[in-house]
């Protein structure tokens, strides 16, 4: 914990108590349907309140929950997460993979590619 001193123009001293993050994770199941949206929330202690950015990709996006649907066969998605101390500019990340529920789509597609593009929509409105 971290503890920064503002002195305001009336020289009265106030304390900020800065905090965090710590404690970062990812709620949210760890297996997803395919084409059926799922709702993930990542949490830190922080103080003041952290702000969350999470990459799916090559894209990112802010806010502390994401909806996620996934569009194309495939046999993981990988969430990250990292949530930042306003104050401090500390920030803190996790990773989460998600399976896909029916492996079986996925390893027909790996069979004909070694690599598969994966499509996602998020809640932002972002197409992966």
């Not at 997460?81 to 390893?107: I, P, Y």
């Amino acid at each position: 914990m971290e503890m920064c001193q503002v002195i305001p123009l009336n020289s009265r001293r106030l304390s900020v108590i800065s905090a965090g993050p710590s404690g970062v994770h990812i709620q949210g199941p760890s297996s997803m349907q395919l084409a059926v949206r799922t709702r993930f929330v990542c949490l830190a202690d922080c103080m003041p309140a952290c702000r969350y950015i999470w990459t799916l990709g090559d894209h990112t996006v802010r806010g502390s929950a994401i909806d996620v649907t996934v569009v194309q066969p495939l046999k993981t998605v990988s969430l990250k997460c990292e949530a930042q101390n306003t104050v401090t500019r500390k920030s803190g990340t996790v990773l989460k993979t998600v399976f896909l529920g029916d492996h079986s789509l996925a390893t027909r597609a790996e069979e004909r590619s070694s690599l598969l593009l994966c499509g996602l929509i998020v809640s932002a409105g972002i197409l992966i």
